[in-house]
């Protein structure tokens, strides 16, 4: 209006004032209240995310129901309900917002726990490709038919399936093993939430920041159970990776929690 029809003293005023209240809600978005804003959005999206990870986690659990696969079912809902338990206690807690650091410490316990659960369900699958009676009957009759064969060729070609089918037996021991260890992992990220939930109640109305802290035994536990899982999961998926790269995987929590 005053630039395009005529100044008066209602529109340069008005103008002016435009001006001062955006410039102030600019400097009091940005300067004053923006490190509050940043992080009460970034809590929005981190909450949203660990929704969604729940929410895929659930879907497993349902999936490994479906295929029989029970002890990764109970392990799951086990382990999903003592970190909902935690986080629950977490958010209730008067001095929430300085619990960041080990809340990002449980999730990313949890969620090395969800993957090892889910690379249990791929080698459980792979069990179920192997029918270990059939080829230990198979053998077993190789072995006898073997035992009446003179002819070298023969022998030889007797020998090669023999050795197959050990082969399929071996790789079926292997799996087995390796589940029994990948369910064992889950154990203990669950028994290092379960102890710390415990460890909260134990509290009461205590203030909880030194139990929790980066120093403190609950910090240590799911830090250790945390690398241990990461390792044992790399190496049996054969990628070469230390408890240096474990370390550096846990600090980007850690980072985001500062």
Same mark, same amino acid.
């Given at each position: 209006?005053?630039?395009?029809?005529?100044?008066?003293?209602?529109?340069?005023? $008005?103008?002016?004032?435009?001006?001062?209240?955006?410039?102030?809600?600019?400097?009091?978005?940005? *300067?004053?209240?923006?490190?509050?804003?940043?992080?009460?959005?970034?809590?929005?999206?981190?909450?949203?995310?660990?929704?969604?990870?729940?929410?895929?986690?659930? =879907?497993?659990?349902?999936?490994?129901?479906?295929?029989?696969?029970?002890?990764?079912?109970?392990?799951?809902?086990?382990?999903?309900? +003592?970190?909902?338990?935690?986080?629950?206690?977490?958010?209730?807690?008067?001095?929430?917002?300085?619990?960041?650091?080990?809340?990002?410490?449980?999730?990313?316990?949890?969620?090395?726990?969800?993957? +090892?659960?889910?690379?249990?369900?791929?080698?459980?699958?792979?069990?179920?490709? +192997? =029918?270990?009676?059939?080829?230990?009957?198979?053998?077993?009759?190789?072995?006898?038919?073997?035992?009446?064969?003179?002819? =070298? =060729?023969?022998?030889?070609?007797?020998?090669?399936?023999?050795?197959?089918?050990?082969?399929?037996?071996?790789?079926?021991?292997?799996?087995?093993?390796?589940?029994?260890?990948?369910?064992?992992?889950?154990?203990?990220?669950?028994?290092?939430?379960?102890?710390?939930?415990?460890?909260?109640?134990?509290?009461?109305?205590?203030?909880?920041?030194? *139990?929790?802290?980066?120093?403190?035994?609950?910090?240590?536990?799911? +830090?250790?159970?945390?690398?241990?899982?990461?390792?044992?999961?790399?190496? $049996?998926?054969?990628?070469?990776?230390?408890?240096?790269?474990?370390?550096?995987?846990?600090?980007?929590?850690?980072?985001?929690?500062?």
């Amino acid at each position: 209006w005053t630039f395009l029809i005529a100044a008066s003293m209602g529109s340069v005023a $008005l103008f002016f004032a435009g001006i001062f209240t955006g410039t102030s809600a600019y400097i009091w978005n940005y *300067f004053v209240n923006g490190e509050n804003r940043v992080n009460a959005h970034y809590a929005k999206l981190m909450a949203e995310r660990r929704s969604l990870k729940i929410t895929e986690f659930q =879907d497993f659990i349902r999936n490994s129901e479906a295929d029989n696969f029970d002890r990764g079912a109970n392990e799951g809902r086990e382990l999903l309900k +003592v970190f909902n338990e935690l986080m629950t206690y977490i958010a209730k807690s008067k001095r929430a917002s300085s619990l960041n650091g080990f809340r990002f410490r449980a999730e990313a316990a949890f969620e090395q726990g969800c993957s +090892v659960l889910e690379h249990a369900y791929e080698v459980f699958k792979a069990l179920h490709t +192997v =029918d270990v009676k059939t080829i230990q009957a198979a053998v077993t009759a190789l072995e006898e038919e073997l035992k009446g064969l003179t002819d =070298d =060729d023969d022998k030889a070609m007797q020998n090669r399936q023999i050795e197959a089918h050990r082969k399929q037996l071996d790789f079926y021991h292997k799996k087995e093993k390796q589940l029994k260890e990948l369910l064992t992992l889950v154990d203990e990220i669950e028994a290092a939430l379960q102890t710390t939930y415990l460890g909260l109640l134990e509290l009461g109305s205590e203030d909880p920041i030194a *139990f929790l802290s980066e120093d403190g035994d609950a910090a240590k536990q799911l +830090v250790s159970a945390f690398e241990a899982a990461q390792r044992v999961e790399a190496r $049996l998926r054969g990628k070469d990776e230390n408890s240096a790269t474990a370390d550096e995987e846990m600090q980007k929590y850690i980072a985001a929690a500062e």
